[in-house]
């Protein structure tokens, strides 16, 4: 029965750790995507006219 519970929570720990490093990456590269889109913007600031 004990076997059992430790499995479980071996499985359960190691989606939390998949999750946690998936979330860590999809930060990383949308904050790179958001520097790229700002600097973009920054070159062609002349060219935008409110």
Not at 1 to 25: A, H, P, Q, R
Request: glycine residues 16%.
């Amino acid at each position: 029965m004990s076997e059992k519970i430790y499995t479980t929570m071996k499985s359960v720990g190691v989606g939390n750790l998949v999750m946690g490093i998936l979330f860590i990456v999809a930060g990383v590269t949308g904050g790179i995507l958001m520097i790229i889109s700002g600097g973009r913007l920054l070159k062609k600031k002349s060219e935008i006219l409110f």
